[in-house]
Structures are given as structure tokens and as C-alpha cells.
């Protein structure tokens, strides 16, 4: 079979395994190779002042850095153009005779443009994780989020005498778990803790309750402290930008994990 060798073998490894899948536009392979004089990776072991970076995920801006660094989100599947186009690709679908070859090919367009959006939100999330594990950091602090949890369905709500249905706000929180699931956190995760074991740094995942209505300053815990971007307590009054303080405060906990409470380095 004739393939087109976009990245050819490097010398000193053997083929271990080959995988041929069918995709929407074309087959494809792919390889893995061993060459056992490589070393394997190994985490340096954390000092006592890690350098540590905090890293918030989110949909207005796919990623806020405890360091102030902020990534933009596309929003691949769900941004205004990506949305128009296949609401038109898929009305040409369903306009076409049942079981048509015409329908059939139509069918093929949306698919296309499905894998295209995917590719696209792939090679971005490797940038972004190579953006991020590459700065001069020892681990990166994530959150251990539960996106499945999060992105359940709302309980069906039932009228009591009548039995009919009534609204549960799941309508409304159809938009918001699309562009959850366009956000990709989850891949994108897996693509840093990827990242940062070849480089030799450590991933700690923290538990992310609160992270973005805790005060900095004092402790008090409120959703009044947020008002959209901005964050001020209700309490002491202290105020910055919500997002990159809900980083900061993943970062604060990574590091309380590694070595306990007590100092707190900035970074
Ligand atoms: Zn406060």
C-alpha cells in the first residue's frame, strides 16, 4: 500500500506496533517505535522552593496563569461562524431524499467539517500545554476537575398533581456544557501532564472547591466575592482580577500540598 511518509523512522528504533484507521477524508497510520537506549523520563525531585505555576480553566479565556498569563479560548465548535456553518451543511443534509446518494454526500460535508473543527482544537491544545509546562516552572498545579459531573444532565422536574413536565433549565444548560465539552479542559490536561513528564517537571492536581470565590486576603468564602471578572470580598474589601486570583490560589494549594502550610513563594 502506497502511504505518504510525513515523518520517516529516526535510527536506533525498532517498530513496535502500527495502528491503520479510517477517518471522515482518508486512512491513516501510525507507528510506535522503541529504541531502548533512550533513558526513560524521571520527575526531578521537587526542592524546597518549588517553582510553581497555577493554572485556571475556563471558557471566556481557555487558560488563566497564577502569573498573570492569560490563552485565549477559539471556541472551535461553538463560536458564532463554526455554529452557522454546520447548522447550513446540516439543513443540506436533511433536505435531501432519504437514503439518496445526494444525502449521502451532504452527510459527508458535516462530517468533514467535524474533523476539521477537531484537528484544529488538537493542535491548539498541544501549543497551549507546550505554552504553559514550557515556562521555567518545577511543576504545574491544575485542577482535578470532574468534567463528566459537571456537565450532567439537570434533574427532570415534574408538576405533582398533573405529572406534566416542567421546565428544568436544561435547555439553558445545553449551551453551557457544549462549550465545555468545545473548551476540551479535559485533553488539554492530558496533554500537559503528557508534556511535562518529558520534560522532567511534576503535574499536582488540586482540588478546585471554592478556588474562585475564596478571598486572598482574609479566607472568607462567598459568591458575592464575584462579580463576573472581577473579584472583590465582601468582607475585607480586597479586590483583583477573578480569574488569574482563582490560579493563584491553585498554585497557593499545589504548593501547601507539596510541603505543608506555612511559607508561600510568588511566581
Ligand atoms: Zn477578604
Given at each position: 500500500m502506497r502511504f505518504h511518509n510525513s515523518r520517516s523512522i529516526p535510527s536506533g528504533f525498532t517498530i513496535k506496533a502500527c495502528t491503520v484507521r479510517k477517518r471522515q477524508n482518508d486512512w491513516y497510520v501510525s507507528v510506535r517505535i522503541e529504541d531502548k537506549s533512550v533513558p526513560e523520563y524521571s520527575p526531578k525531585a521537587l526542592g524546597n522552593n518549588p517553582k510553581v505555576i497555577g493554572c485556571d480553566l475556563g471558557l471566556t479565556k481557555l487558560v488563566h496563569l497564577s502569573d498573570g498569563y492569560q490563552i485565549e479560548n477559539p471556541r472551535f465548535s461553538t463560536n458564532k461562524k463554526a455554529k452557522r456553518t454546520l447548522k447550513i451543511r446540516q439543513r443540506r443534509v436533511s433536505r435531501k431524499?432519504?437514503?439518496s446518494k445526494n444525502r449521502k454526500k451532504a452527510a459527508i460535508k458535516v462530517s468533514r467539517f467535524h474533523q476539521k473543527i477537531g484537528d484544529k482544537r488538537q493542535a491548539y491544545q498541544w501549543k497551549t500545554a507546550n505554552k504553559i509546562v514550557s515556562r521555567s516552572i518545577d511543576a504545574i498545579a491544575l485542577e482535578d476537575l470532574n468534567i463528566s459531573g459537571m456537565m450532567r444532565r439537570c434533574k427532570v422536574k415534574s408538576d405533582e398533581k398533573t405529572g406534566r413536565f416542567l421546565k428544568n433549565g436544561q435547555s439553558r444548560k445545553k449551551g453551557l456544557n457544549r462549550a465545555i465539552s468545545d473548551a476540551g479542559w479535559g485533553d488539554l490536561g492530558l496533554k500537559i501532564e503528557y508534556l511535562a513528564a518529558k520534560q522532567g517537571k511534576i503535574v499536582i492536581k488540586v482540588n478546585p472547591k471554592h478556588s474562585s470565590q475564596e478571598?486572598?486576603?482574609?479566607g472568607h468564602i462567598d459568591?458575592?466575592?464575584?462579580?463576573e471578572e472581577k473579584f472583590i470580598c465582601v468582607e475585607c474589601g480586597y479586590h483583583e482580577h477573578a480569574d488569574i486570583g482563582a490560579a493563584k490560589t491553585i498554585r497557593d494549594r499545589a504548593l501547601r500540598m507539596v510541603r505543608g502550610p506555612g511559607r508561600e513563594t510568588w511566581c
Open positions: 431524499t432519504k437514503g478571598c486572598r486576603n482574609c459568591q458575592e466575592n464575584r462579580d
